[in-house]
């Protein structure tokens, strides 16, 4: 039983009829696919009693997603010979035919409260149902209902937890001829349902999600510094958290949420040179403690997510250089080797890998390091990148790097095969992936 | 003394034009070594400080808002002669043998006008991280600090500034661009 494998590059721009598409949505091209992707048909779910389109517009967002995450192989529709909308009427046959390994199909029904979304996934080769599933669905929050569906999807067959109803934070600089303000957004972690939560005449910089995905902490320039801000996603409210005379930035989040590892430049007074040290500051108590205490400017720490060291960037051997400390104190470890710098670290979910942009002869590329062979790898041939975010279930890395003049997002995979660019008009600067979000929104 | 002093600073524009001629950088050891480019503009000559102007001009719009001294350069409080902008090399915060002699006159007007004060920017070119860069633009301008206390400047005449690799001037992605952005801009009120 074979089943032939169709690589097709799928070079995808993602408009979506019907469906709620706020101001500066990234566009999404997939630049690189995986051989190997899992092929599978996805039918228009039928639309009963309802929108005609509702269905379609659904399932175009599962396809899309599950395109996007480069571990599926989505069937174009018109290569549909068959539009099943229901278990009785499918005939494994026909998609045995077409070499796909599973089948999606589904319904959208009206109901007094909205909607009823069904949806059915199949084994074509096993001839067997894998899932069913039902959920009521809101007109105006249809996308978050298609990203469940591909998050359970992509579960059941990947064996892994899907990110899509996950978000991204980044920032925008202001552009020649554009407004001259800095802003920084939220989008959906496909690029849609943009909303500014701050616009600033000055800089905004590192953004980082607290745990619980409810908070944004993130530097922004005031007078004559970076002060950092701890600002509520939902309603909108900040308040400063750091203000120390120099520079305040590179704020990380402890795995419980209670406290915030940042750079600090502490100045005496306005005449001192300071120092850039490693600092955590406890949320609740507002207490400041000095983590790291050398003439080097040590910046962007990184928790471990068991919680209990974190890495930073320190230039004591002349360049930008990642190492780890324990919380509990103790030596200052030197983890990178490779290359002339390397800054910028960041864990994987599971805590085994760094991310980190890593520069070499001039070229600065992401790249993942093992923390336990000590083996690095890199996985761009871009030569600008910044600001490696993992994606919250460990699968792709989000950054910002330069392409044809402009700065955008691109992610790639772990494995380094799968490669996207996210676009959008403006500088897209500093995204950060959201943790899983548990809210049921 | 006086008289001394006049032939100084009359013999300041010449002195800028030999301290601004390109010489041979010598990379030192472990650190990258330099693009082997020629720098044949002189700044202060060919080059007209409408470079470091842009720049804190930019640096005024995007500061609406921020306190209004932040950006503010009022270039008629320094001298016309003076350099207002002295270039690093990459990765680098040590005064330039060539630009020294611009530092120093910054110094000699300071010192002769004690209730003066200067603003010093540091900036760095858009090669590594954004926070990195607030550190490298921040050690710039605190070199520059060193140099002009050294000359007899009071600490209060002194402020420091980073803006990392915020405010380029050039926004090309190589050399041509970036030696541009590595700077230190001397921002009078």
Same mark, same amino acid.
């Given at each position: 039983?074979?089943?032939?494998?169709?690589?097709?590059?799928?070079?995808?721009?993602?408009?979506?009829?019907?469906?709620?598409?706020?101001?500066?949505?990234?566009?999404?091209?997939?630049?690189?696919?995986?051989?190997?992707?899992?092929?599978?048909?996805?039918?228009?779910?039928?639309?009963?009693?309802?929108?005609?389109?509702?269905?379609?517009?659904?399932?175009?967002?599962?396809?899309?997603?599950?395109?996007?995450?480069?571990?599926?192989?989505?069937?174009?529709?018109?290569?549909?010979?068959?539009?099943?909308?229901?278990?009785?009427?499918?005939?494994?046959?026909?998609?045995?035919?077409?070499?796909?390994?599973?089948?999606?199909?589904?319904?959208?029904?009206?109901?007094?409260?909205?909607?009823?979304?069904?949806?059915?996934?199949?084994?074509?080769?096993?001839?067997?149902?894998?899932?069913?599933?039902?959920?009521?669905?809101?007109?105006?929050?249809?996308?978050?209902?298609?990203?469940?569906?591909?998050?359970?999807?992509?579960?059941?067959?990947?064996?892994?937890?899907?990110?899509?109803?996950?978000?991204?934070?980044?920032?925008?600089?202001?552009?020649?001829?554009?407004?001259?303000?800095?802003?920084?957004?939220?989008?959906?972690?496909?690029?849609?349902?943009?909303?500014?939560?701050?616009?600033?005449?000055?800089?905004?910089?590192?953004?980082?999600?607290?745990?619980?995905?409810?908070?944004?902490?993130?530097?922004?320039?005031?007078?004559?510094?970076?002060?950092?801000?701890?600002?509520?996603?939902?309603?909108?409210?900040?308040?400063?958290?750091?203000?120390?005379?120099?520079?305040?930035?590179?704020?990380?989040?402890?795995?419980?949420?209670?406290?915030?590892?940042?750079?600090?430049?502490?100045?005496?007074?306005?005449?001192?040179?300071?120092?850039?040290?490693?600092?955590?500051?406890?949320?609740?108590?507002?207490?400041?403690?000095?983590?790291?205490?050398?003439?080097?400017?040590?910046?962007?720490?990184?928790?471990?997510?068991?919680?209990?060291?974190?890495?930073?960037?320190?230039?004591?051997?002349?360049?930008?250089?990642?190492?780890?400390?324990?919380?509990?104190?103790?030596?200052?470890?030197?983890?990178?080797?490779?290359?002339?710098?390397?800054?910028?670290?960041?864990?994987?979910?599971?805590?085994?890998?760094?991310?980190?942009?890593?520069?070499?002869?001039?070229?600065?590329?992401?790249?993942?390091?093992?923390?336990?062979?000590?083996?690095?790898?890199?996985?761009?041939?871009?030569?600008?990148?910044?600001?490696?975010?993992?994606?919250?279930?460990?699968?792709?890395?989000?950054?910002?790097?330069?392409?044809?003049?402009?700065?955008?997002?691109?992610?790639?995979?772990?494995?380094?095969?799968?490669?996207?660019?996210?676009?959008?008009?403006?500088?897209?600067?500093?995204?950060?992936?959201?943790?899983?979000?548990?809210?049921?929104? | 003394?006086?008289?001394?002093?006049?032939?100084?600073?009359?013999?300041?524009?010449?002195?800028?034009?030999?301290?601004?001629?390109?010489?041979?950088?010598?990379?030192?050891?472990?650190? %990258?070594?330099?693009? &082997?480019?020629?720098?044949?503009? #002189?700044?202060?000559? =060919? /080059?007209? @400080?409408? +470079? %470091?102007?842009?720049? &804190?001009?930019?640096?005024?719009? #995007?500061?609406?808002? =921020? /306190?209004? @001294?932040? +950006? %503010?350069?009022?270039?008629?409080?320094?001298?016309?002669?003076?350099?207002?902008?002295?270039?690093? @090399?990459?990765?680098?915060?040590?005064?330039?043998?060539?630009?020294?002699?611009?530092?120093?006159?910054?110094?000699?007007?300071?010192?002769?006008?004690?209730?003066?004060?200067?603003?010093?920017?540091?900036?760095?070119?858009?090669?590594?991280?954004?926070?990195?860069?607030?550190?490298?633009?921040?050690?710039?301008?605190?070199?520059?600090?060193?140099?002009?206390?050294?000359?007899?400047?009071?600490?209060?005449?002194?402020?420091?500034?980073?803006?990392?690799?915020?405010?380029?001037?050039?926004?090309?992605?190589?050399?041509?661009?970036?030696?541009?952005?590595?700077?230190?801009?001397?921002?009078?009120?």
């Amino acid at each position: 039983m074979t089943t032939a494998l169709f690589y097709r590059f799928a070079v995808m721009v993602l408009m979506l009829m019907g469906l709620p598409a706020a101001q500066a949505a990234l566009t999404i091209e997939i630049t690189e696919g995986v051989e190997g992707a899992l092929p599978i048909a996805i039918v228009p779910f039928a639309s009963e009693g309802a929108d005609a389109l509702v269905g379609g517009d659904l399932t175009t967002v599962v396809a899309a997603d599950l395109q996007r995450s480069g571990r599926f192989k989505v069937l174009p529709q018109t290569d549909l010979v068959a539009r099943p909308t229901e278990p009785s009427k499918v005939n494994f046959q026909d998609w045995r035919l077409l070499g796909q390994d599973n089948l999606l199909i589904g319904s959208v029904k009206a109901t007094p409260q909205g909607y009823e979304v069904r949806f059915f996934l199949f084994d074509v080769l096993k001839a067997q149902q894998i899932k069913a599933f039902s959920l009521p669905a809101q007109a105006a929050t249809l996308r978050v209902t298609a990203h469940k569906i591909s998050d359970m999807v992509y579960e059941a067959l990947i064996g892994e937890p899907g990110a899509f109803s996950t978000r991204v934070a980044y920032v925008t600089k202001p552009q020649k001829g554009g407004a001259s303000v800095h802003t920084l957004w939220i989008a959906d972690a496909d690029g849609y349902s943009a909303r500014d939560v701050l616009n600033s005449p000055t800089e905004i910089m590192s953004p980082a999600w607290s745990p619980d995905g409810a908070k944004l902490a993130y530097a922004r320039f005031e007078n004559d510094h970076f002060v950092l801000y701890v600002q509520d996603v939902a309603t909108g409210t900040r308040e400063i958290v750091a203000n120390a005379l120099g520079h305040n930035g590179a704020p990380a989040w402890s795995p419980d949420g209670s406290k915030l590892a940042l750079a600090m430049q502490h100045k005496r007074h306005p005449g001192d040179p300071g120092n850039f040290d490693i600092y955590i500051l406890d949320l609740r108590s507002k207490a400041l403690t000095r983590f790291t205490e050398h003439w080097a400017v040590e910046t962007h720490p990184a928790w471990s997510p068991d919680g209990n060291y974190l890495v930073f960037t320190s230039d004591r051997s002349g360049r930008p250089q990642i190492y780890r400390k324990a919380l509990t104190g103790g030596k200052e470890e030197r983890l990178t080797f490779e290359g002339a710098e390397n800054d910028r670290a960041s864990f994987s979910p599971n805590g085994k890998m760094l991310a980190m942009i890593h520069a070499n002869s001039g070229e600065y590329r992401v790249a993942v390091f093992d923390l336990e062979t000590g083996q690095l790898r890199v996985l761009t041939d871009s030569s600008l990148d910044e600001s490696p975010s993992f994606a919250p279930n460990g699968s792709m890395i989000i950054y910002a790097t330069t392409f044809k003049n402009a700065k955008i997002l691109a992610a790639v995979s772990v494995d380094g095969r799968v490669k996207q660019r996210l676009s959008q008009e403006g500088r897209v600067l500093d995204p950060a992936w959201s943790p899983l979000l548990r809210t049921s929104q | 003394m006086r008289a001394l002093k006049t032939i100084a600073l009359l013999a300041l524009p010449v002195v800028l034009l030999f301290g601004c001629q390109s010489t041979p950088e010598q990379p030192a050891a472990g650190k %990258a070594p330099e693009l &082997a480019k020629p720098k044949t503009e #002189a700044p202060a000559t =060919a /080059k007209p @400080d409408t +470079g %470091a102007g842009a720049g &804190a001009a930019t640096a005024i719009d #995007a500061s609406k808002g =921020a /306190k209004a @001294d932040a +950006g %503010a350069t009022d270039k008629s409080a320094a001298p016309g002669a003076l350099k207002n902008t002295i270039y690093f @090399d990459f990765d680098r915060f040590d005064i330039k043998p060539e630009f020294r002699e611009a530092v120093l006159a910054h110094a000699a007007f300071l010192t002769k006008n004690p209730n003066a004060t200067v603003k010093i920017e540091g900036h760095c070119d858009e090669r590594g991280t954004r926070e990195y860069n607030i550190a490298l633009g921040d050690r710039r301008a605190t070199a520059v600090r060193q140099l002009l206390k050294l000359q007899g400047v009071a600490d209060k005449q002194i402020a420091t500034i980073s803006f990392g690799e915020e405010r380029p001037v050039a926004l090309g992605h190589d050399e041509d661009s970036w030696w541009q952005n590595r700077r230190a801009v001397f921002a009078y009120r």
